[in-house]
């Protein structure tokens, strides 16, 4: 009574009654006219662009870099003077546009970069790279060591960092002008 119903049930299922085998181990020829495979797309990675960080790699602020002659610009945000000064609510000071540059290149350094890439100028090419799944822009704007472009998509991310007083943001005076 089982195998009937078995025999049953596999006459329904696709590719059922042929005996032609559904894998080889040798190339086959295939013939568009005669046979009806479905075409599947190939997958489609925007990030196409590698680089690979060097130690010797100079970051200019905390959005942008120099490697090889090249220079980077990190596509989606803004990056403060390397020179600012923050003024925390407790009264302390620190060099926060020093450490913009100094987050960017520990989060970069002998990192792999894949990247999609802008030309812009001779040697100057805008980036929005990730490292692994992490996207480098979104990652900056968290720390709240830069600002997110107008229109990046990274506003909310920003207003957590904000919220949170991480980076430029302990600054009341960034808060107050949103501006840093």
Same mark, same amino acid.
């Given at each position: 009574?089982?195998?009937? #119903?078995?025999?049953?049930?596999?006459?329904?299922?696709?590719? %059922?009654?042929?005996?032609?085998? @559904? $894998?080889?181990?040798?190339?086959?020829?295939?013939?568009?006219? %005669?046979?009806?495979? *479905?075409?599947?797309?190939?997958? &489609?990675?925007?990030?196409?662009?590698?680089?690979?960080?060097?130690?010797?790699?100079? +970051?200019?602020?905390? =959005?942008?870099?120099?490697?090889?002659?090249?220079?980077? @610009? @990190?596509?989606?945000?803004?990056?403060?003077?390397?020179?600012?000064?923050?003024?925390?609510?407790?009264?302390?000071?620190? #060099?926060? =546009?020093?450490?913009?540059?100094? &987050?960017?290149?520990?989060?970069?350094?002998?990192?792999?970069? *894949?990247?999609? #890439?802008?030309?812009?100028?001779?040697?100057?090419?805008?980036?929005?790279?990730?490292?692994?799944?992490?996207?480098? #822009?979104?990652?900056?704007?968290?720390? =709240?060591?830069?600002?997110? +472009?107008?229109?990046?998509?990274?506003?909310?991310? *920003?207003?957590?960092?904000?919220?949170?007083?991480?980076?430029? $943001?302990?600054? +009341? =005076?960034?808060?107050?002008? *949103?501006?840093?």
């Amino acid at each position: 009574m089982l195998s009937a #119903a078995h025999d049953a049930g596999a006459n329904e299922l696709p590719y %059922a009654g042929s005996q032609e085998p @559904i $894998w080889t181990d040798r190339p086959v020829r295939v013939d568009k006219a %005669a046979q009806q495979y *479905e075409r599947v797309a190939g997958l &489609f990675d925007a990030f196409v662009t590698k680089i690979r960080v060097k130690p010797q790699a100079q +970051a200019f602020d905390g =959005g942008s870099f120099q490697q090889d002659g090249m220079i980077y @610009i @990190i596509a989606d945000v803004v990056g403060p003077d390397p020179k600012r000064i923050c003024h925390a609510d407790d009264g302390s000071i620190r #060099a926060c =546009g020093s450490q913009s540059r100094a &987050f960017l290149k520990s989060l970069i350094n002998r990192r792999y970069l *894949e990247c999609r #890439a802008l030309p812009i100028a001779l040697q100057t090419v805008m980036i929005d790279c990730r490292i692994g799944q992490y996207r480098v #822009a979104e990652t900056l704007v968290a720390s =709240g060591y830069v600002r997110a +472009a107008r229109d990046a998509g990274l506003i909310a991310v *920003e207003q957590d960092a904000k919220r949170r007083r991480a980076g430029l $943001w302990a600054d +009341a =005076g960034c808060r107050l002008s *949103e501006r840093c």
